[in-house]
């Protein structure tokens, strides 16, 4: 069964600038994706405030830093107002792993313009890059 959010999920990245303002790459030539990246801070469970704009997350992956073994997330429709995200089935949560890829379910996050991935663990020795990829809407 297909799911039209994340057709072209799995496309590879060709490491292009699309000249967007916000650093992303592009993923496949007009691709309606985008990729943006967020920092957990050393000693920090929360990343930054991730700006979806008119777009809604699709997917993510891990560097080799990531320190933590589970992965929540805090949403919201405005800037500096989010608050953690659950579903029907409660806290929306991942189990993750470094260097890896992950696909979550957009009607999660469809409402929501800002997201703050959330660490099961302190980040410890060095910050953690998460890369966010957002299917354009």
């Known amino acids: 069964m297909s ?3 994340l057709q072209g999920f799995g496309e590879v990245l060709k ?3 699309t000249g967007d303002g916000y650093g992303s790459q592009a993923l496949v030539t007009g691709s309606s994706f985008r990729t943006a990246t967020v920092t957990i801070a050393d000693t920090e469970t929360d990343s930054a405030e991730l700006d979806c704009g008119n777009g ?8 080799a830093d990531i320190d933590g073994t589970s992965m929540t997330f805090k949403a919201g429709v405005t800037s500096g107002t989010t608050t953690a995200l659950s579903n ?3 806290a929306v949560s991942l189990t993750v792993a470094a260097s890896e890829s992950f696909a979550v379910e957009p009607q999660d996050f469809f409402p929501y313009r800002y997201v703050v991935f959330v660490s099961g663990a302190a980040q410890s020795g060095a910050a953690t890059t998460i890369t966010a990829i957002i299917r354009m809407i």
């Open 3 to 5: 799911n039209k959010y």
């Open 15 to 17: 490491g292009l600038d």
């Open 56 to 63: 809604v997350l699709v997917g993510f992956m891990t560097d």
């Open 88 to 90: 029907m089935y409660g």
